[in-house]
């Protein structure tokens, strides 16, 4: 059993900054692939960032490529989403989430890859 539990969200203006985390559960967070997702009102979830189990491959959609950077910390069980020049586009609640099995293989864009979801944090960017 894996918990998620995020942190970090708030209010900033257009082009600030903000650092999400999501901190982990559980002996064996190192390895899990973990992702970044984000839903605004009345839309769909979305794909934002994913890391591998390993830290070395990291994707971002295209909306926040060059913009956000996902990382992890294995010994503090903690994986961050750094997002700077942050738009009013990107106000939404940003879940991390963790496939259901340590060690599996994702395409990382689709929610249904994954099986542990943390409770969200909102981000609001103001104009």
């Known amino acids: 059993q894996v918990q998620l539990v995020e942190s970090g969200g708030g209010l900033v203006q257009a082009g600030g900054s903000l650092r999400l985390s999501c901190a982990a559960s559980?002996?064996?967070?190192?390895?899990?692939?973990m992702g970044w997702f984000r839903q605004a009102p009345g839309k769909e979830r979305e794909f934002v960032a994913g890391i591998s189990w390993s830290g070395i491959s990291t994707y971002y959609a295209d909306s926040v490529k060059g913009r956000f950077t996902i990382s992890r910390d294995d010994a503090k069980n903690t994986v961050y989403l750094q997002m700077n020049s942050l738009k009013p586009e990107d106000t939404a609640i940003y879940y991390c989430?963790?496939?259901?099995?340590?060690?599996?293989?994702?395409?990382?864009?689709?929610?249904?890859?994954?099986?542990?979801w943390g409770q969200g944090t909102q981000v609001t960017v103001a104009s």
């Open positions: 989430a963790a496939p259901a099995r340590p060690l599996t293989t994702l395409r990382y864009t689709a929610p249904s890859e994954y099986g542990y």
């Open positions: 559980g002996p064996t967070f190192s390895s899990y692939a």
